[in-house]
């Protein structure tokens, strides 16, 4: 049986800010294990996908620091950093199935 990673992802007293004031996410501590499940649930405003932005790198950490199988990611840019992310417009491709939009980047890459 494989080892499980349980620091797979980690955010690491995280901070974000739009204006240098006012925080929109703040001190963030997320320990995330390869192969878990996890929803960021919370109302508008709340950071969700501003912390999504920062794990897939199109966004910057003011504060803190983002891992990835134990390696800082905050400096890599979004291309070379093997996430893939779907916004929430429904119709990325809208001729395609929910899975066939998702499938569609790993496809590119020849991703299994």
Known sequence: MSEVKQDFVKFEQVDKSYDGEVL???????????G???TLL?????????????????????????????????????????IGM???NYALFPHLSVYENL????KVRKTP
Request: no cysteine.
């Open 36 to 38: 878990e499940f996890l």
């Open 42 to 82: 919370g109302p508008s405003g709340s950071g969700k996908t501003t912390t999504l932005m920062m794990l897939a790198g199109f966004e910057t950490p003011t504060n803190g620091e983002i891992y990835l199988d134990g390696s800082p990611i905050s400096n890599i840019p979004p291309h070379k950093r093997g």
């Open 24 to 34: 929109v996410v703040k001190g963030l501590d997320l320990d995330i294990a390869q």
């Open 86 to 88: 779907v916004f929430q």
């Open 103 to 106: 499938a569609f980047p790993l």
